[in-house]
Structure formats: structure tokens, C-alpha cells
């Protein structure tokens, strides 16, 4: 995951302008995917500009029992700063692009940024843009890409990959935490916690696809961690170990671990981890704290602790994120 800086610049006036968005329709598209790039970033007070395209200019055919029609053709993918790839049917997938498909990503200018949402990773694989990356689709079709793309290091357990200038995400509503992460990471945690409460959705999801797995039904009356949860967010900065969290839920530190995996698909220790640099990153964004203060707010034991846990996180240092966001405002 990297942090980037503003792209976006008005170069005759110096001015920021909008980023421009567009989303590649192809047949097969899911209508939900499709239209949450447009939802999400459209609510992000002007910050970008949301177009949809299909590889022709003409109609498309949804997975639904109606087809779409677009404003734009593939054309429009030349002046995207970024390009998102929608989910289509995994009927449609396939290791080789149909011409028209190839052609249209060929527009797509150098440096753009690229998104995949659930299926689209399948496109971005077979037209080689994931070539020795790291990537993920939905956990119900990885066999199938790990077997069509062995080039792509594949991880299916996770909600969303950022790789240099290319962002896979699973399967449904994890587009929705992908285009919250561009405006967090374009912007800050403000405006997408803002973004988060004007569509009514989390600002950010714990976990990874683990949790979403079919698996056996919890017992019925089984306890849930998710009140433990909510206690170890008002003090995260106290030192909590998996015997304080256990002792709160009222279970056995194991049956407390095992519970916590099913339910959240990661260990209680790096939960607590991811837990404290997301809020590590708002202090950084939002207040004028000194690096160790903040560590000490968040629960890590030292500065040097919140640096190699940010960098581990994001790939940068707590003085360059800040910086960048600084840039931002």
C-alpha cells in the first residue's frame, strides 16, 4: 500500500481539479459494481469526476435482466487519471481478451491508476497488467485464477491489494472499501469518513475475506467478540493482551482466539495492530501531535514502535504521511 500525492492539477491556473474516473463497462457487468465508483466518489464534495465507458461506445449487457446504455466510448480511457475495471460474470472470465477488450486497456495512458472490483481482476490479469504483482479477487473464483494466472501472487483472504499503481479488490461490497481507500488515501480520513457516513457504510471494514467463508454455523447461543471489540476501541491506548480481551468476553483465551479468527478473519494481535495505525493515521492527518504522542495515544509502546508498524502498513514513514496530507489541505 503506498500513500500518494496530489495528482491532479489544474497546470494553466495551478488550481486542483477533479480526478477523473472512469469505469470500464464490459458485457457481463454487475450493475451493483458498476455503479459504486460513480456512488462512492461522487459523494466526495467535487473531488472527482465519475465516467463510464463500454470498449465500443454501445450498449452493454448486464448479469441482470437488463441491459445498459453509456455516455462514453473507450476513447475516454485515455484521459483517466484513474481507470476502474467493474465486476462482470465469472461466466465471462476467461486467460484470454476478447480484441476489443484489449484494445480499449491499451488506451489507458502510463502512470494511471488501475482498479479491479471483485472479477475485473481477471481482465487486469489476462491482459499481463498483474504480471509479478500481488492481487485478489473473490475467494469463490481464486482456484480458477491461480490456475488461469500463475504469474500473479494471488491472495484471496484479503479485502483489497494495493501494488504500485495497481488496486485488486474481492468480491461485492468490498468495492466500496477499495473507492474509500482512493479517497482516504487521495484525501485523508476526513473527507472519507465523511464519504462513509453520507452512503451509510463502514469508513473501514476489520478483517479480510476469512470471515466471509462459508463455514460451519456458530452453536446456537455461542457468545460473539464483538462487544470486546467495541470495548478495545475506547482504550486502545492502554497495553491490551489477549488475556485482558478473553477476560472481557468471558471466555478461555483459546476459545476467545478461535472465535475471534472465525469472526473477524485475523488473530486478536494484529487486529489491535491494524486497529491502532488506522487510528494512528487520523491523528497524523488531523492534529499537530509529535510522533511519540501519538504512539502513546494509540497504544504503541514507543515512536520507533509506530514507525515500523506504519511503514509495514503503507510503506512510508509517519513524517511523510503527514507531509502528504499537509500537501493535500
Known amino acids: 500500500m503506498t500513500v500518494a500525492t496530489p495528482r491532479c492539477t489544474d497546470t494553466a491556473r495551478g488550481a486542483p481539479r477533479p480526478e477523473r474516473v472512469v469505469v470500464l463497462a464490459l458485457d457481463g457487468v454487475y450493475p451493483f459494481e458498476l455503479g ?126 494495493e501494488d504500485g499503481r495497481m488496486l485488486t479488490s474481492a468480491g461485492a461490497a468490498s468495492g466500496v472499501d477499495i473507492c474509500l481507500h482512493l479517497v482516504r488515501q487521495d484525501h485523508g480520513s476526513e473527507l472519507a469518513n465523511k464519504v462513509a457516513r453520507r452512503c451509510v ?6 478483517g479480510g475475506q476469512a470471515q466471509y467463508i462459508e463455514q460451519p454455523v456458530p452453536q446456537q447461543g455461542a457468545a460473539s467478540t464483538a462487544a470486546t471489540r467495541a470495548w478495545a476501541l475506547e482504550r486502545l491506548a492502554e497495553p491490551l493482551a489477549l488475556a485482558d480481551l478473553a477476560a472481557h468476553a468471558r471466555m478461555s483465551r483459546r476459545t476467545f482466539a478461535r472465535r475471534f479468527q472465525d469472526e473477524v478473519g485475523l488473530s486478536p494481535g494484529r487486529w489491535l495492530i491494524q486497529q491502532r495505525v ?7 492527518e488531523a492534529s499537530d501531535l509529535s510522533v511519540d504522542q501519538i504512539a502513546g495515544q494509540v497504544g504503541f509502546a514507543t515512536g520507533a514502535s509506530l514507525r515500523q508498524h506504519l511503514h509495514a ?16 489541505r
Open 201 to 206: 457504510v463502514p469508513p473501514f471494514r476489520d
Open 36 to 161: 459504486m465508483p460513480s456512488r462512492i466518489l461522487g459523494a466526495a464534495d467535487g473531488r472527482y469526476e465519475v465516467l463510464t465507458c463500454s470498449v465500443d461506445g454501445g450498449p452493454v449487457r448486464t448479469s441482470a435482466d437488463f441491459g445498459i446504455t453509456v455516455e462514453h466510448g473507450p476513447e475516454a480511457l485515455e484521459g483517466a487519471d484513474t481507470v476502474v475495471v467493474a465486476a462482470v460474470s465469472p461466466s465471462r472470465v476467461s486467460a484470454d481478451l476478447p480484441d476489443a477488450v484489449a484494445a480499449a486497456l491499451a488506451r489507458i495512458r502510463p502512470g494511471a491508476r488501475v482498479v479491479s472490483i471483485c472479477t475485473g481482476a481477471f481482465v487486469l490479469a489476462a491482459a499481463g497488467l498483474l504480471d509479478g504483482r500481488r492481487a485478489t479477487t473473490h475467494w469463490q473464483v481464486s482456484d480458477a485464477f491461480r490456475r488461469m494466472f500463475p504469474r500473479v501472487d494471488l491472495d484471496p483472504d484479503v479485502l483489497f491489494v
Open 278 to 284: 488506522v487510528r494512528a493515521r487520523h491523528l497524523l
Open 313 to 328: 502498513a503503507i510503506g512510508v514513514s509517519p513524517q511523510t504521511y503527514r507531509r502528504t496530507f499537509q500537501q493535500a
